[in-house]
Nanobody, 124 residues
Framework: QVQLAESGGGFVQAGGSLRLSCVVTGTIYSSDIIGWFRQGPGNEREFVAAINWRLGKTWYTDSVKGRFRISRVAAENAVYLQMNNLELEDTAVYYC?????????????????WGQGTQVTVSS
């Protein structure tokens, strides 16, 4: 059984940075994809970024391109989300999730395992 645990959320002023961590317990297969999603107040859960575990290929939603960077460290069984130049609209609970599909998807339903989430609050 795979379990994911996020950490690194907190309060930050607009323009600041945070680094989120997602540690995976269990086996990550080379074809797995690990993604970050977020859910703001009153909003649906939305895709932020994802990374292919073996190749390290990355995908981003347009609103975070150039500001966020997803990476993985195989030795730590971990995925990170470096968030720079944070904006008020980035305020949300951030979740990491693992997909057993070999195809990248931005749909939450395509991900099989989820963490509990970590709150990110950006203030002016």
């Amino acid at each position: 059984q795979v379990q994911l645990a996020e950490s690194g959320g907190g309060f930050v002023q607009a323009g600041g940075s945070l680094r989120l961590s997602c540690v995976v317990t269990g086996t990550i297969y080379s074809s797995d994809i690990i993604g970050w999603f977020r859910q703001g107040p009153g909003n649906e859960r939305e895709f932020v970024a994802a990374i292919n575990w073996r190749l390290g290929k990355t995908w981003y939603t347009d609103s975070v391109k150039g500001r966020f960077r997803i990476s993985r460290v195989a030795a730590e069984n971990a995925v990170y989300l470096q968030m720079n130049n944070l904006e008020l609209e980035d305020t949300a609970v951030y979740y990491c999730a693992l997909s057993k599909s070999v195809y990248i998807s931005c749909q939450p339903g395509s991900y099989n395992f989820w963490g509990q989430g970590t709150q990110v609050t950006v203030s002016s």
